[in-house]
């Protein structure tokens, strides 16, 4: 049985079985469905990697090595339990009316169709293809985005869509570049295009020509990633869009630009020989972390609020990846786990947060923890397992990433720790007046789910606390292939 | 056809799809933004076809009828429309400066061809020269999106890229693999018919077409609540 | 010897040849406005008229007044005088540098510019400013597209660019097709023809030339108005000469100058009717407009200078 055909094409008939359910309930229900689905099929996928160095399928266009397969994993499990969460979330917009029967269809479609998209860039092996699915999930993402129709969410809609494009845009240009120069070396066809090769052939590519590619690639997947100055449609677009789509973009789609950065930052490597690919990843990453860190604390919407940690985040993933040893690597691939699971169960609790408050405005949601326990002691947990406190994962990827600073480049650890420190105080400044605090007057009982939240942040704590031995021995396979093109 | 001869007339459709770039930027008024965005499609029908021809590669003829009918009919005839139902095909659009407009988009040339020349002289195709002409199409569109101030012709600053690089990918390179074309062909197609959609929500919501006014409502959310 | 003769020829021909074409070419806009015209040699008789009329001078005329219509018609008559029409190589061709032409224009130029505020009228001090303004942007863009030539021939002496021309293979060359677009933009506006400045009009607020030449009259207008036709015909033989050289006599023969003659005849007769065409079927432009059409020139220029180095130095 091919898991690569199954675990793509799931999504795909739920995406347009979905698009003909009109019944929102039973929608619903079957989104949920083919989520899990999906979720198996990843995992049989994943079972099939195990023990092997990499697997090739269906005549080169898939390739799964160790690097991906986790990501597979983790893309098709948050899809999962997003689908959980917004059963009960969605069913609420649908009663306070800001949503109508046929968007929820359109919800449902476009949230598979945009799984379909995040899948097939993760297994492709194509970077051509992994263009286009980019862009496909992104498509998929503007119409979800602009889902409430009201002005501010069809603006963020458009300046995601704007500004994306572009970003986009640049990265085919990058993409057209690296082609331009494989095709001398690999002949004029698909496999020019095939990562895998590239990778084996990555020392005949001409370094000039990757070098430039590589800064256009660099410009146009980190518009993806949230870096900045290419962030501004981020905090937008997660503050207008319904939550859920807030959760998938921070959990898993910013990965998926991050992911292809990092294929590409292999490849360059691999031809230049040189720390240039790592040494711009590293200075967009310190300057995104910073920034990030210090725009947090002048936000008044929960949702923006979290959407700048979440730049904050895929900053330090970038920098660590940018570091380039093994041990960042390690770190930065731990990271990117944690970050997706600890994140996506924030937005999950903030969306319930501010379906029962009314508002997303911090300063007028208080004591959620008097209102309802789970929701408060879930925000609580969340923000200290964001925040990096231990025993979270995001502790111990966190002092992974700083050993492995302190290791290389001893200077760069204090403005390190500094965005990290501001944009923990950040957090805890907004967040404890809205946990604790009087709840105001007009706070709502609304229906909650918070098994996904639960699940997210448990297995945040076991990574914290023991890595399974087949995900460690992933992430130090990935590490040394990340790491091993480098000089 | 001899290569000298391909090269040539390639040479020669590169040097008109700069020119393009150029008048894309310094037109003031909605259609002939179109009517430029039409030619530019035909011209790029048109060289994947000659270098089709020259090269032999018969799949970049299907990329060739593709991009006529998309992106030399479709698109425009879809932008069109939207122009007349939105009545905006009279409004004078407000540039930020043509002048300085100009003086960048020059700027921008230079700089696209001092960073594409050392590495273009590398290959070996009939069309290597195109390289830099497409590098400097890529980044004028890019000008062109951020500085116009309508929604309209943001997007076919946006279309323009998109041309601009499949430019880049048939000038360079002899085109991508048919697979990988016809996935960027699928994108931009639903990517304008988002477009197409969002026209008609912002004119509802906005009343307006400029990007100042959709961001004002971004802006100001935060007092409104 | 002959060389020296031919040269002669070649400027007296420019000199005379230069009133008749004018005259063709406001014949050849009246018959396509359905008018009979006044036929082709009605410049001469305007000249010889005015040269046979006394001239009258403004009380407060200084000698750049006076001088003024004697440098120009010298200036542009030199100028025309070095440009090869006929023959490729003469005794004065080392002096037709395309640089010292632009000079020697800008010297009529900045006469002219001082004779028209030199009375202290509105009209000639507001020609001289807009005169001025356009002069500005129209040299940069008119040397502009002659560099992209220049730099090929590494030359920007027009008898080394011609033969440069001649001694290339015809190839398909992008960066002289904009150069040729903008020159002919340029000589247009330099020449003061429509869409940028109307001879035939006096209308005061769009004329830009002739609000210079308003307080002239007598010999000194003759020769501003034989000058400004020498200057249509210097620009047209520019053209031909940097553009479509073919057919220009390389050795001074007899045979060959008359052969020379006839091609250039035929190749100025085809750019006039074109030029009649296109100021028949435009509108003039605002004023205003005409910085974007000289910047527009430029910018054609620059375009082809650019794609000269990444089309053909890499090639």
Known sequence: MNFFLATLLTPLIGGVLLAMIRNPKLAAKLNVLTSCVTFTFSLLLAFTVLGKDSIHAMNDWFYLDAYNVFLVSLTAFVGMTTTIFSKPYMQHELEIGRVNERRIRLYHSMYQLFQFGMLLGFTTNNIGVLWVSLELATLATVLLVSLYRTPAAIAAAWKYFILCGMGIALALFGTILVFFTSSMVLGHGNEALTWSLLHANASDLDPAVMGIAFCFLMVGYGTKVGLVPMHAWLPDAHGEGPTPVSAVLSGLLLNLALYALVRFKMLVDGSTNTDMAGHIMMGFGMISLLVAAMSLHKQTDIKRMFSFSSIEHMALMTFAFGLGTPLAAFAALLHMTVHSLVKSGIFFTVGHAAQMMGTQKMSDIRGLIYHYPGIGWGLLIGTAAIAGFPPFGVFMSEFLLFTATIESYPWLAAPLLLGLLIGMAGLFRFVQPMVYGEPPEHAKDVRVNMIPVYVHFGLALLLGLAIPAFLSDWYHQAASLIVGGGA | ?225 | MSSMFFQCLQAMLMLLMAPVLAGFLSTLKARLQNRHGAGILQPWRDIRKLFGKEVVLAEHASWIFRFTPYIVFTATAMAASVVPALLLDTPLSLTADVIALVALLGLARFFLALAGMDIGTAFGGMGASREMTFAALAEPAMLMSVFVLAIGAHSTNLTTMISHTLTTPLLIQPSIAFALVAMLMVAIAEAGRIPIDNPTTHLELTMIHEAMLLEYSGRHLALMEWASMVKLLLFSTLIIDLFIPWGISVESSFIGVLLAFVIWLLKLIVLLVALAVLETSLAKLRLFEVPQYLGTAFVLAFLGLILHYMLEVGA
């Open chain 2, 1 to 225: 056809m001899s290569s000298m001869m391909a090269q040539q007339i390639i040479d020669g459709l590169a040097a008109l799809t700069l020119l393009i770039s150029f008048a894309l930027l310094a037109q003031h008024r909605m259609l002939s933004v179109l009517h430029w965005f039409a030619a530019q499609g035909l011209l790029l029908a048109i060289t994947a076809a000659v270098v089709a021809y020259s090269s032999g590669e018969h799949e970049l003829y299907i990329s060739a009828i593709m991009t006529l009918l998309l992106k030399g009919l479709l698109l425009p005839w879809m932008l069109w429309r939207v122009i007349r139902e939105l009545h905006v095909h009279r409004e004078v659009e407000p540039l930020l400066n043509s002048g300085v407009t100009m003086v960048i988009a020059v700027a921008v040339t230079l700089f696209s061809f001092h960073v594409i020349q050392p590495i273009q002289v590398t290959a070996d195709l009939v069309t290597h020269n195109s390289m830099a002409i497409a590098t400097a199409c890529v980044l004028l569109s890019m000008l062109m999106m951020i500085t116009r101030k309508k929604a309209i012709t943001q997007v076919i600053g946006f279309l323009a890229v998109e041309n601009s690089l499949f430019f880049a990918a048939i000038g360079a390179t002899n085109g991508m693999p048919l697979v990988v074309e016809i996935g960027i062909a699928f994108d931009v197609l639903i990517a304008a018919l988002i477009f197409g959609l969002f026209f008609f929500q912002i004119r509802d919501t906005f009343d307006s077409m400029e990007i100042d006014t959709m961001n004002a409502s971004l802006v100001h959310k935060d007092d409104d609540e």
